[in-house]
């Protein structure tokens, strides 16, 4: 059994900073990418930042420049932090990791973290 755990989540104003943190744990071989994806009110889950295993990050384009993503391989663990946040930035914010198990590879969610942003 994998879960991913996030935390970090909350209400902030506008400007402000949030730092999220997702936490794998279960009988995992290895992880290749994990990420963050978010769900705005009324809308689709959409890509917010992506890292592989070596480091290497991809960004949503409204994001560019305002979130930064990073990972501790030891401790299966993912993080997004937030800066400059926006109205339009408060959604769910889901953490995701591809991963290997002795069974084979799986595609693992959490269960997602409220960030709501106030004017």
């Known amino acids: 059994q994998v879960q991913l755990v996030e935390s970090g989540g909350g209400l902030v104003q506008a400007g402000g900073s949030l730092r999220l943190s997702c936490a794998a744990s279960?009988?995992?071989?290895?992880?290749?990418?994990m990420g963050w994806y978010r769900q705005p009110p009324g809308k689709q889950r959409e890509l917010v930042a992506t890292?592989?295993?070596?480091?290497?990050?991809n960004y949503a384009d409204s994001v560019k420049g305002r979130f930064a993503i990073s990972r501790d391989n030891a401790k299966n663990a993912v993080y997004l932090q937030i800066d400059s946040l926006k109205l339009e930035d408060t959604a769910v914010y889901y953490c995701?990791?591809?991963?290997?198990?002795?069974?084979?590879?799986?595609?693992?969610w959490g269960q997602g973290t409220q960030v709501t942003v106030s004017s």
């Open positions: 890292i592989t295993s070596s480091g290497r990050t």
């Open positions: 279960g009988s995992i071989f290895s992880i290749s990418a």
């Open positions: 995701n990791a591809y991963l290997s198990m002795e069974s084979g590879n799986y595609d693992f």
